[in-house]
């Protein structure tokens, strides 16, 4: 099905979508249109006591699953398997200075994983 050489596709391609004037003043208008969209002024910020919510049956509402809006939080917290880790550990005086040590080490790390959950939340 090759009617046309390489160089007349070429040519055909360039006077019709190339250098057409109504496509190069299509896009022009586009580029104009686009930059008219934009605001030149700030838009002034008011806090909200109620914040906005999706309608229920909404796309946006599917996105933010597990958000709720009202109470500004998520039905499951962040790394919400954090206390896990301390479920089995238990301080004995018999335990040697390093097995104590190790403990220890996991009960600091559960506290960096509970402040970085409260971060997440602010």
Known sequence: MCTKTKEECEKH???HF????LFASTLLNLKQAEAAKTA???????SADDPPRPAFDSLLSRDMAGYMPAR????EEFDNYAEW???DIDFVEDDSDI???????????YHSRL????????
């Open 85 to 87: 880790d301390l479920r």
């Open 18 to 21: 190339i250098n057409n004037p």
């Open 40 to 46: 030149d002024t700030a838009i002034p910020f008011h």
């Open 115 to 122: 402040k970085e959950r409260q971060r997440r939340k602010k």
């Open 72 to 75: 500004a939080d998520f039905i």
């Open 99 to 109: 097995l104590h040590a190790l403990k220890m080490a996991v009960v600091d790390i």
């Open 13 to 15: 391609y360039m006077k």
